[in-house]
């Protein structure tokens, strides 16, 4: 899937009002993986726990990658987890956003 964009972020926060969009846009930032990264700690083994997906990343460590398989696959799919962790955790924060406005 490709990079989350700027068209597609407002997109998604486009019921919110401009006090929540900027809320948004800050946790956004803060919480956002850079594909660039996640793919050099690919390299380095380390991606799953990056990307908080804590027990494959034991689980790969411990199969030392798989023999090399689940590693050299991993490298090539990192920067698509990135971008669904990214719109996963957009979609979370307009939610908890949403919600905490409804109290």
Do not use: H, P
């Amino acid at each position: 899937m490709a990079e989350l964009n700027a068209l597609e972020l407002a997109e998604m926060s486009k019921s919110l009002t401009d006090t929540q969009r900027m809320i948004f846009n800050q946790q956004y930032s803060s919480d956002k993986k850079d594909r660039g990264t996640v793919v050099i700690l690919a390299i380095l083994g380390y991606d799953r726990f990056w990307l908080g997906d804590i027990t494959l990343g034991v689980l790969k460590y411990l199969t030392l990658g798989g023999c090399g398989i689940w590693w050299l696959i991993d490298l090539f799919t990192a920067s698509g987890r990135a971008d669904d962790f990214n719109r996963r955790k957009a979609r979370e924060i307009i939610d908890g956003i949403q919600v905490s406005a409804r109290s």
